[in-house]
């Protein structure tokens, strides 16, 4: 099956689909090859899930398909066309795979990503089993869309409901019949051939239709209360909707409250900070001047609960800030005060600031907040800037 | 979460990559990667957070309003704007802060006592009360917890949840971290 990978690959680059689904199917790939060595479960179940993410990411937001989708697929999210809820499911998936990219860390095991939960870890298999399948008709489905690469993927398809248990066929091919037998449907049943004869059978019951939207229903749902379950503290110790519904609103509730709290805690600090805020912001540091030593100062200019005195007075903060900076590494709390000369030496500051910034919050983080306070301060002050830098 | 130790080299990358991926607005990557919750579990995310929180606290007119209110609202303000839009719960922050605002300004001048949208909605008058299975009624507390989410149905309601709640666990995170610093901060000029 891997080989049949990078003939995916190719061909989607054939098709018409634009060039950054490649990016993400290449993604979803690798971190699907990851998943294969850290999880070792049994060799069809990742392809699949690749497969799934593959077929996803050439998906466009076809209205009739979008309520079979259950899982977190691998998604091009195009926020002009697809459902809401559609949209959002898609970047579940997606936000954790190409998150996984593109920080470089083998996360699977360390996130709780919505596909790995559902699709590799198959402790209940039963369940992950009925999704797989119906995206397995899924991806056989979407044949329409990505026409270099319908056989590939309905060769796909085949191989993988071959290998899946029957039982998983029903709840598929219902799934097909519930959606409307569109052109789509029919390429679907006729792919796989297991499921061929299952969708004939069904195609005629039309209370089961109801059911098993429900069950894709109830589905959807209890794998968002997995996720959640991972999510939120103690929840496995309690079994049943209500009961996690519980915890979840319980911890929603002390979170936010805890916010209030923090939130208390800040408002109180930052009035206590009643300096004369302003003359430090007009004057600037230069390394030449004799250094003054005013522990307080640099205090305050690094507690920003300071008003912005101008438009210009933002940038003087910069350059004040700056030098302390500088200062503040090499000996602790010499602050030094002057005049400000002109913007344009602010500017230059302000360049330099970025790196400045970014190597003293690596390094703070990387130091696990065992650095001296200072630099402390210095980074805290430094994100705010950094922020305005940025923008 | 075994992501500090490791995240610091990579944390400068996922910013620099993160600002190379804004640049490019077609590539699905700056899509992707800032969706789903598991993105409020990075470092460089609590640290766009606490960088945008410090500036908005800068701007809290000191001696106005209750102070922690104020500051409440400005660091959920600042959530919800670092969610980029992404998810219902954040974008109705920021409506509903427009909302109120307008109606503040509406309130200074007509003077008319005008609630704002989502506030004060009459109750449904206690004649029928249909007692809800208790899942049903629990669903309904939680979508009254998250912002925005009323009216959402089950499916929709957990998955905003499951953001939510990873969201405010960061904003814990960053604001225990920035209260941590101020208070060293003030410990040491008063020492």
Same mark, same amino acid.
């Given at each position: 099956?891997?080989?049949?990978?990078?003939?995916?690959?190719?061909?989607?680059?054939?098709?018409?689909?634009?060039?950054?689904?490649?990016?993400?199917?290449?993604?979803? #790939?690798?971190?699907?090859?990851?998943?294969?060595?850290?999880?070792?479960?049994?060799?069809?179940?990742? $392809?699949?899930?690749?497969?799934?993410?593959?077929?996803?990411?050439?998906?466009?937001?076809?209205?009739?398909?979008?309520?079979? &989708?259950?899982?977190?697929?691998?998604?091009?999210? =195009?926020?002009?066309?697809?459902?809401?809820?559609?949209? #959002?499911?898609?970047?579940?998936?997606?936000?954790?795979?190409?998150?996984?990219?593109?920080?470089?860390?083998?996360?699977? &095991?360390?996130?709780?990503? $919505?596909?790995?939960?559902?699709?590799?870890?198959?402790?209940?298999?039963?369940?992950?089993?009925?999704?797989?399948?119906?995206?397995?008709?899924?991806?056989?489905?979407?044949?329409?869309?990505?026409?270099?690469?319908?056989?590939?993927?309905?060769?796909?398809?085949?191989?993988?409901?071959?290998?899946?248990?029957?039982?998983?066929?029903?709840?598929?091919?219902?799934?097909?019949?519930?959606?409307?037998?569109?052109?789509?449907?029919?390429?679907?049943?006729?792919?796989? *051939?297991?499921?061929?004869?299952?969708? #004939?059978?069904?195609?005629?019951?039309?209370?089961?239709?109801?059911?098993?939207?429900?069950?894709?229903?109830?589905?959807?749902?209890?794998?968002?209360?997995?996720?959640?379950?991972?999510?939120?503290?103690?929840?496995?110790?309690?079994?049943? *909707?209500?009961?996690?519904?519980?915890?979840?609103?319980?911890?929603?509730?002390? /979170?936010? #409250?805890?916010?209030?709290?923090?939130?208390?805690?800040?408002?109180?600090?930052?009035?206590?900070?009643?300096?004369?805020?302003?003359? $430090?912001?007009?004057?600037?540091?230069?390394?030449?001047?004799?250094?003054?030593?005013?522990?307080?100062?640099?205090?305050?200019?690094?507690? !920003?609960?300071?008003?912005? &005195?101008?438009?210009?007075?933002?940038?003087?903060?910069?350059?004040?800030?700056?030098?302390? /900076?500088?200062?503040?590494?090499?000996?602790?709390?010499?602050?030094?005060?002057?005049?400000? =000369?002109?913007? @344009?030496?602010?500017?230059?500051?302000?360049? !330099?600031?970025?790196?400045?910034?970014?190597?003293? $919050?690596?390094?703070?983080?990387?130091?696990?907040? @065992?650095?001296?306070?200072?630099?402390?301060?210095?980074?805290?002050?430094?994100?705010?800037?950094?922020?305005?830098?940025?923008? | 979460?075994?992501?500090?130790?490791?995240?610091?080299?990579?944390?400068?990358?996922?910013? +620099?990559?993160?600002?190379?991926?804004?640049?490019?607005?077609?590539?699905?990557?700056?899509?992707?990667?800032?969706?789903?919750?598991?993105?409020?579990?990075?470092?460089?995310?609590?640290?766009?957070?606490?960088?945008?929180?410090?500036?908005?606290?800068?701007?809290?007119?000191?001696?106005?309003?209750?102070?922690?209110? %104020?500051?409440?609202?400005?660091?959920?303000? +600042?959530? %919800?704007?670092?969610?980029?839009?992404?998810?219902?719960?954040?974008?109705?922050?920021?409506?509903?802060?427009?909302?109120?605002?307008?109606?503040?300004?509406?309130?200074?001048?007509?003077?008319?006592?005008?609630?704002?949208?989502?506030?004060?909605?009459?109750?449904?008058?206690? +004649?029928?009360?249909?007692?809800?299975?208790?899942?049903?009624?629990?669903?309904? +507390?939680?979508?009254?917890?998250?912002?925005?989410?009323?009216?959402?149905?089950?499916?929709?309601?957990?998955?905003?949840?499951?953001?939510?709640?990873?969201?405010?666990?960061?904003?814990?995170?960053?604001?225990?971290?920035?209260?941590?610093?101020?208070?060293?901060?003030?410990?040491?000029?008063?020492?």
């Amino acid at each position: 099956m891997n080989s049949r990978l990078p003939e995916m690959l190719h061909c989607l680059n054939s098709t018409t689909s634009e060039n950054c689904e490649m990016s993400v199917l290449e993604r979803q #790939r690798s971190r699907l090859k990851q998943q294969e060595q850290l999880t070792h479960h049994h060799p069809p179940i990742p $392809y699949f899930n690749g497969n799934d993410h593959l077929a996803y990411s050439g998906f466009h937001g076809d209205q009739a398909l979008s309520d079979l &989708v259950l899982n977190g697929g691998a998604m091009k999210p =195009d926020p002009g066309v697809e459902h809401d809820d559609f949209r #959002r499911f898609m970047n579940y998936g997606t936000g954790t795979t190409d998150f996984q990219m593109s920080c470089a860390l083998p996360r699977t &095991v360390s996130c709780p990503p $919505y596909v790995a939960a559902a699709s590799v870890d198959s402790a209940a298999g039963k369940e992950s089993c009925k999704k797989r399948k119906a995206h397995n008709l899924k991806i056989a489905a979407e044949e329409k869309k990505m026409k270099g690469c319908a056989e590939e993927e309905s060769k796909i398809t085949e191989q993988n409901s071959n290998s899946k248990s029957t039982t998983t066929t029903i709840s598929t091919s219902a799934n097909k019949n519930n959606k409307g037998p569109s052109a789509n449907a029919k390429k679907a049943s006729d792919a796989p *051939k297991t499921d061929y004869i299952h969708v #004939r059978a069904r195609r005629g019951q039309a209370t089961d239709s109801h059911s098993l939207a429900e069950r894709v229903r109830r589905e959807k749902i209890s794998e968002r209360m997995k996720y959640l379950q991972d999510l939120v503290p103690g929840c496995n110790k309690v079994t049943g *909707k209500a009961g996690m519904l519980d915890e979840i609103i319980n911890y929603v509730q002390s /979170l936010q #409250r805890q916010v209030e709290f923090l939130s208390m805690k800040l408002a109180a600090i930052n009035p206590r900070l009643d300096f004369d805020i302003e003359n $430090y912001i007009l004057k600037e540091m230069f390394p030449a001047c004799p250094p003054a030593m005013e522990p307080d100062h640099s205090h305050l200019q690094f507690n !920003t609960s300071v008003e912005e &005195v101008s438009g210009s007075g933002l940038e003087m903060v910069v350059g004040p800030m700056d030098a302390t /900076l500088r200062r503040t590494i090499s000996a602790p709390i010499t602050v030094q005060q002057s005049f400000l =000369d002109s913007s @344009s030496l602010n500017q230059i500051q302000q360049v !330099t600031w970025e790196d400045e910034l970014r190597n003293l $919050y690596s390094m703070e983080y990387q130091q696990g907040r @065992s650095t001296p306070f200072i630099s402390q301060q210095i980074t805290g002050f430094l994100e705010a800037n950094h922020v305005k830098l940025e923008m | 979460m075994a992501e500090s130790p490791s995240v610091a080299n990579p944390d400068a990358n996922s910013t +620099v990559s993160r600002k190379r991926r804004k640049i490019d607005p077609d590539s699905p990557t700056r899509i992707l990667a800032e969706t789903g919750p598991t993105r409020w579990r990075t470092q460089a995310e609590q640290q766009i957070y606490s960088s945008k929180l410090m500036g908005a606290l800068r701007h809290i007119r000191r001696p106005d309003s209750g102070g922690h209110a %104020a500051v409440r609202d400005a660091a959920d303000r +600042v959530l %919800a704007i670092s969610a980029r839009g992404k998810t219902r719960w954040s974008r109705a922050i920021l409506t509903n802060r427009l909302s109120l605002r307008l109606a503040h300004i509406n309130r200074k001048h007509k003077k008319a006592a005008k609630p704002s949208a989502g506030k004060s909605r009459p109750r449904k008058p206690a +004649v029928l009360q249909k007692k809800l299975p208790p899942v049903q009624s629990k669903v309904k +507390v939680l979508s009254r917890l998250v912002p925005g989410c009323r009216k959402v149905s089950l499916p929709n309601l957990l998955e905003e949840t499951t953001d939510y709640i990873a969201a405010l666990e960061m904003q814990v995170k960053a604001m225990t971290f920035i209260t941590g610093l101020l208070n060293a901060g003030q410990n040491f000029t008063s020492s």
